[in-house]
């Protein structure tokens, strides 16, 4: 692996942990090689005892499996069920944020409160719940209460699809993919993929397009709204992010996975005067916290609490050999990290029932015991302190400072104007060739390539061809730490029309949207963008395209499942599981297109794959019959 793009703390600490023998992701990913080439093309099915059966990609060997299924076949339920891991991890943390809000609306003594009353009323008024004379509280409850039913609704749409464009609306209700309930969706896909159901690869994806959407515009979505509700809507804050966040003479707690619930009290309740006398007892000078993956964005955008690193820094953050604790609830937690934290001294504690690791610390958090539970695990972290071994202490000091917490609220107020809230600004900026479109560069970092690369090029390349970027999930953290969220950002690498509105408006050309149940913040913006006028009536129409650079994880493949289906061209590098199945390689990245006005692209190269996505953008332009670009710019003819 080339590591000359990444950050240097994590230069620095790949190359400790080298030396000190630890086993990283890098090296579990080498010994993995070669990979499976039958899972790579999506040509192996496991779906029943016949088999498991494989393909031969060559055309040498079987062409279906004991059953009769085909290549076709194999591919399309493969994704299919990728989309479904994915939708339900959203979709189960959505459903712990519904509980924590009917938990506060019953328990006078929750932890929790309601922080946006404005938000508890707008999505009331989504639900069609009356607030007239009524206690939040009680509204919390009814909302709850609805929200459930949104998970389970068998019959009708799925209430929040409602905020879709209504040509959107209309586009899946005539194609049928206008989602349900979301366990509907979800169950739907495990029934059709088992054995001897849908044969059908096209009939396959457009079932996976409906489940993705009832993640997107559902799961997802609650999950980002009833946040906004309970921790408080986010807006644009300073921070810093990288590994040399963490301190040597303050107690550090990690808390890693994307639930903010428990971490959300864990940094309300460390640095208080009783936490911080605990901790200069051991000699510490206080408790600092620090996150990584998902639960750090959502801290950071609403707390500041600085960002530690990204899903490929989990173990280099340990190693640093100042990680007093690591929390981890769910989601992108390396099980890893159990033999890393043996060889430091930092304890390791996994805290949610959904994610345990044998042999592991397990403190269960129930959100009616938030309080003790955080105690007890700040004093765990404390007590660690002093068994810190010196010699393993070398923490890089490299951080970067950001700007994060931009919503689709916050964008019309920033680019409306101190006077109006509005979305005219940003469409007439594009109308007028100012900025050439929007892109949303997010997901995972991926050992399969080189560390950062991805990312760093294709975000900057975007920047220098004046499209406005947002970003969520590990491409976010990946560009704070390359400094890429900071307003002077827009002057390093901006082209003249970007750099004119982040000047304008003293915005980073990067715009931090949250974690990854908040790419529904990205549906937002596009359909509020859709319904400012002048771009069209669609999401589809709009001079805008998808990118996650180095995916790795099922949830990666519902979010860009959902963005194709919502119409957004979607491009990854490394491709679905697809490759051996031409007509599904063919259907997805061409034809789904006339179906849904988006489609995927794969591209390994990311500066051949923003140049795709420019294209993209300048299709639109072009359709609809937008100025010519303020500033001239050239793209390559062909890559
Ligand atoms: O949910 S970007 S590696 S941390 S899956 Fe995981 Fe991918 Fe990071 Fe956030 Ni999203
Ligand atoms: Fe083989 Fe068909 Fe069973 Fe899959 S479902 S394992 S292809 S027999």
Not at 64 to 75: I, Q
Request: with cysteine; charged share 25%.
């Amino acid at each position: 692996m080339d590591i000359s793009f990444a950050d240097k703390a994590s230069q620095k600490m790949i190359l400790k942990a080298a030396d000190e023998n630890i086993e990283t992701v890098w090296d579990r990913y080498e010994a993995q090689q070669p990979q499976c080439g039958f899972g790579t093309t999506g040509l192996c099915c496991r779906h029943c005892t016949m088999g498991p059966c494989r393909i031969d990609p060559f055309g040498e060997g079987p062409s279906v499996g004991v059953c009769g299924a085909n290549a076709d076949t194999f591919a399309a339920r493969h994704v299919a069920r990728m989309v479904a891991g994915g939708s339900a991890a959203h979709s189960d943390h959505g459903l712990g944020v519904v509980e924590t809000l009917l938990a506060i609306a019953e328990d006078d003594n929750s932890a929790y409160e309601i922080k946006n009353v404005d938000k508890l009323y707008s999505m009331a008024k989504v639900y069609d719940i009356e607030i007239k004379n009524k206690e939040p509280k009680v509204i919390a409850k009814e909302l709850a209460n609805i929200a459930f039913e949104e998970f389970g609704r068998q019959r009708g749409e799925l209430i929040l699809a409602s905020l879709a464009p209504e040509a959107r609306q209309k586009l899946w209700r005539d194609k049928g993919i206008m989602p349900r309930g979301i366990y509907r969706e979800v169950v739907e896909t495990m029934h059709r993929t088992t054995m001897g159901v849908d044969a059908d690869y096209k009939n396959i994806i457009k079932h996976s397009m409906r489940t993705a959407l009832s993640d997107g515009w559902g799961g997802s979505m609650l999950a980002t709204e009833l946040q906004d509700i309970i921790f408080g809507v986010p807006t644009p804050l300073k921070s810093s992010a990288n590994l040399g966040v963490l301190k040597e003479d303050e107690v550090n707690i990690l808390v890693h996975g994307h639930e903010p619930t428990l971490s959300d009290i864990i940094a309300d309740l460390s640095t208080s005067d009783e936490i911080n006398k605990l901790a200069e007892a051991k000699g510490a000078k206080g408790v600092n916290v620090a996150g990584i993956c998902c639960t750090a964005n959502e801290i950071l955008m609403r707390r500041g609490v600085p960002l530690a690193g990204s899903f490929l820094q989990q173990e280099l953050a340990i190693v640093t050999g100042v990680a007093d604790l690591m929390i981890v609830d769910v989601q992108c937690i390396m099980p890893s990290l159990k033999k890393v934290t043996e060889g430091y001294h930092t304890e390791l504690i996994t805290t949610s029932h959904h994610a345990k690791m044998d042999g592991v610390k397990h403190v269960a958090f129930h959100p009616e015991e938030a309080v003790k539970t955080a105690k007890e695990i700040i004093t765990i972290a404390i007590d660690n302190y002093p068994n810190r071994n010196k010699e393993q202490i070398d923490k890089p000091d490299d951080q970067e400072r950001l700007v994060a917490g931009f919503t689709a609220d916050s964008i019309s107020k920033f680019l409306g104007g101190k006077y109006r809230s509005t979305y005219r600004p940003l469409n007439d900026a594009i109308i007028s060739g100012r900025i050439r479109g929007a892109a949303g560069v997010v997901g995972c970092s991926n050992p399969n390539s080189d560390y950062e690369k991805n990312h760093i090029l294709m975000v900057k390349e975007l920047l220098k061809n004046d499209v406005i970027v947002v970003t969520t999930g590990c491409n976010a953290i990946t560009c704070a730490k390359h400094g890429l969220l900071q307003p002077e950002a827009a002057f390093k690498y901006a082209g003249e029309g970007l750099q004119e509105i982040c000047r304008t408006v003293g915005i980073p050309p990067v715009l931090h949207l949250g974690s990854c149940v908040d790419n529904s913040r990205i549906l937002t913006v596009l359909t509020n963008v859709v319904n400012e006028g002048g771009l069209g009536n669609d999401i589809s129409d709009l001079p805008a395209a998808g990118a996650a650079p180095e995916w790795m994880s099922e949830k990666a493949v519902a979010i860009g499942m959902y963005f194709v289906a919502s119409g957004v061209y979607t491009l990854i590098d490394h491709p679905l599981p697809v490759m051996g199945s031409k007509k599904l390689h063919q259907y997805l990245t061409e034809d789904i297109e006339q179906d849904v006005g988006g489609k995927w692209a794969f591209q390994e190269d990311p500066v051949k794959g923003a140049h795709m996505m420019i294209r993209h953008i300048d299709k639109k332009r072009k359709a609809l019959k937008l100025k010519p670009l303020m500033y001239e710019q050239s793209l390559p003819v062909e890559d």
